[in-house]
Structures are given as C-alpha cells and as structure tokens.
C-alpha cells in the first residue's frame, strides 16, 4: 500500500477496510499538487459557453491562454464566446494600475463585437494590485448601454470550486431581468449541462419528444436573454451540481422554483432523468412519452453494446473527474459494459457524493477526495487498472503509467451524454482499453519479431 500525505489521510478511503467516513470540501494540502484548478478557471469554464457574451480577462495573457476555448461548447449561432480577449497586463501595469487599460479595452471591444453583455474576470494579479473592476464595469455600462458585469474571480488560496459560485454570482443578475411570458405547459431550466460536442440539443431533443419546454440551458449553448427569462421556468434539472447548485438554491428561493439533481450519462441515469420530470409535473401523459422513448432508445442502444460488452468483460478502470456526479454516472455505465471500477475520485465531491459511490463500488475499490498526481499513479498501479477516466491533467498519468486513457472532461469534441453517448462511451472504452499498442509498452521483453 502507497504512503497517503498525512494531511490527506482521511481523504482516501478503501471500501471494505477503512471507516466509512471521507472527508471532502477541505482546501487543499500544500505541496500535493492537486489536480483541481484556481478561482478564475472554475468561473470561466461555467461562464464561458455564453455565445452573445463578450469575455475579457484582466490580468496578464497566460490566464486567457491557459482557458482559451477549454470547453468542447458548441453554439447554434454566435461564435463571441470561442475569442480569448485579455487585457494583457504587464509590468507596468502591475506598478501604475491596470484600470486604464480594462477600460480602453471594453470600450474598443463593445463597439466592435455590440455583444449582449460582458463578462470581466479578474485574475489574480488584479486582486494584489487592487484595481476597482466593478468601477470600471459600471462607468462602461453607463456609456454604453451594454449590462458588464464583474466577476470577481481572482484569489490564489481559493479553488476551481469557489470560481463556481463566483460565476454563480453573476448568473444571478441576469436571472430575472427578463419579463415574464408565455411557456408551454411543462417549463423548465436545464443547469449544469455545457453542450460539450452538441449534447445539450441532444437533451432538448428528448425533453421535446416529451411534450417539455426548456426555456433556457445555463450555461450550454447560452444567451443572455434566455438567461434573463429563466425564472418562467416552474423547475431547474441541475446536472453539473458542482458548478450550479449556488444558482439552482438562489432561484429556489427568490422565485420559488424547485430543482432536481440529474446525470445524463448511462443508460439508468439518462432515463431516470426523463421520468424525474414526469413525476415532479405528475403528469401520467409526460410518463407515458417518457417510457416509451425510453423503450426505444434501449432497444435500440443495448444490442448495439453486446460486443463491447464481451470484449471488455473483466477490464478495470479508474476513475477521476471534476464532478462526483459524472463519477457516479460512470461506474454504473462502466458495470454496463462488464468493466469494474477500481479507483474512483473527485475533485469536488461532498458526503453524500461519497456515501453513494461506497454503495455502487465493489470491495477493495479506492474512493478518493481532491487527489494528485502521486496518489493516482500509486492507485492506479496498485489495482492494475486497464483504462483512466478522466480529464487533460489525468491523460500524462494514464500513458506514463502505460495503459489506455478515456476523456471525459470539458475539453472532449465526442458526445458521451444520453443514449447515443452511452455507445459513444463504449466505443472509447473498447479502443482505448483493446488497443495492442499498451502490451508493447508494458511487456519490453517482447520479442523483437513481433514488434
């Protein structure tokens, strides 16, 4: 068994031989390296499939390099979202203020792009120097008539979870500010889903085969006056809630709309997903739709799985995303194609993220909190896993280590979400797992015949 960091102790857990206790939602431990992101990076990827938004980062270009077009978010219309504008501060700027400059850019900026906002994230060389954002944000929006909007994202000991909520913020300044209107008879939000490689018209596409009208996606596919006309909805379907549980309990509360926590990935979350929303409108006509759509798409979907379900039967990942949600999702959709999970973890998983993954995963399977690099290698090894799950930081270990590497974080361009992603999943998992080239790297004492 590897070494744990003291401070990370109670951060890792093996199911059938620790306490069943995680502790999660801690900050940190210096010097582990974490796999998690700043502040500015958690607000951006929330905020940033915006398409009519203009986005601007004040602080030095290496912030809006590090996030430029990190999301696969794709937009049915304006592209604004997908240019990486900064404010490119330098050293004098850090030494005189950066305030002249922010405003000089969004000046030049609106009148070119006349986006239907802007959004202006402070980074954090911003928060040292002091400069007054929120100011200059509202001097623009007098003078220009376009609503700008501050997010306050800088902040060097917060993490990609605290960007999440400053994103959330902002989002709740623009919920409301649209009228109230007409809907059809079955509104709602969907929050947390970021059209990563077109999945939210996917989605849509079943909601509408329904009879549901989604008034607005937060933030996939996003526009502002959708975003403004939110609160008609009568009910928010929370996918990522990570990133938008802050927004779904701010809309509870100020226009009483209650939200569902849901997983559009697998087979039994992606269905559990559609009769959710029957049961809230205790609709027996929704229910109907939704069983017989899901009667169609597992007839077809399950045959299609049967070979890679042979092939892969016996093959063992490990697991760690950002959001416990996709871990949990994960592990049933991995069981479905005969693959055990043996490592699983999270970025930003909570208690009860945790209890349920203790229950879904068998004995012996690593469950671990706010991981690094050190740690996953050691789990990965130990358990001799077959593929890594997981995002851009995780994809060094998996080849390092020598074994297959499956994305499935906000920078993939395929589709996993729904029942047409659920083959597309499997797909990934068959080449990535089945491939020839990892006996190679593994076993160096192969005949050179067969190389």
């Not at 605290?162 to 409301?176: S, W």
């Not at 959708?226 to 927004?247: D, F, P, R, T």
């Not at 491939?435 to 790297?441: A, D, F, G, L, R």
Request: glycine letters at 10%; aromatic letters at 8%; one cysteine or more.
């Amino acid at each position: 068994m590897f070494k744990v960091l003291e401070e990370r102790q109670k951060q890792v857990f093996t199911k059938g031989k620790d306490s069943t206790e995680i502790a999660c939602g801690k900050q940190s431990a210096a010097g582990s390296v974490s796999q998690r992101a700043c502040v500015f990076c958690g607000s951006r990827v929330v905020l940033y499939p915006i398409a009519d938004a203009l986005h601007l980062i004040h602080g030095p270009v290496g912030c809006a390099a590090y996030t430029w077009d990190i999301r696969g978010s794709l937009s049915s219309g304006p592209q604004l979202h997908r240019l990486s504008f900064s404010t490119d501060l330098q050293e004098k700027d850090v030494v005189f203020g950066g305030e002249p400059k922010l405003y000089g850019a969004l000046i030049k900026l609106i009148e070119k792009y006349k986006p239907a906002a802007a959004f202006v994230y402070s980074t954090c060389i911003v928060g040292i120097i002091g400069d007054d954002v929120a100011a200059i944000c509202r001097k623009v929006e007098q003078e220009t008539k376009i609503r700008v909007l501050p997010v306050n994202s800088e902040g060097f000991s917060g993490t990609k979870k605290d960007g999440y909520k400053a994103a959330c913020d902002v989002l709740e300044k623009i919920v409301g500010t649209g009228s109230i209107r007409e809907t059809g008879k079955y509104p709602l939000n969907i929050l947390g889903d970021f059209n990563l490689a077109g999945e939210l018209w996917m989605l849509e596409k079943y909601y509408k085969r329904m009879g549901v009208d989604v008034i607005s996606s937060i933030t996939g596919d996003g526009r502002i006056n959708n975003i403004a006309h939110a609160h008609n909805a009568k009910l928010n379907l929370v996918q990522c809630s990570g990133s938008m549980i802050h927004l779904a309990k701010s809309m509870e509360e100020k226009y009483e709309i209650p939200f569902k926590k849901v997983s559009y990935f697998g087979i039994e979350d992606m269905s559990e997903a559609l009769y959710e929303v029957a049961r809230f409108f205790k609709s027996d006509e929704l229910m109907e739709k939704a069983r017989e759509l899901v009667r169609e798409e597992i007839g077809e979907l399950v045959p299609a799985l049967e070979k890679y379900r042979k092939a892969l039967t016996g093959k063992k990942a490990a697991i760690y995303v950002g959001g416990a949600f996709k871990a949990i999702s994960l592990v049933k959709a991995l069981r479905l194609i005969g693959v055990q999970t043996v490592v699983v973890g999270s970025q930003t998983g909570n208690e009860d993220d945790y209890a349920l993954l203790q229950k879904l995963c068998d004995e012996g399977t690593f469950i671990v909190d706010d991981s690094n690099p050190l740690e996953l290698s050691h789990m990965v090894k130990e358990t001799g896993a077959d593929i890594f799950i997981g995002g851009v930081k995780e994809r060094p270990i998996a080849y390092k280590i020598g074994i297959g590497f499956c994305d499935h974080n906000h920078e993939r361009k395929l589709a996993l979400a729904g029942y047409e992603g659920m083959l597309n999943f499997a797909k990934e998992v068959y080449a990535s797992a089945m491939s020839p080239v990892w006996k190679y790297i593994r076993n160096k004492s192969l005949d050179s015949s067969h190389q």
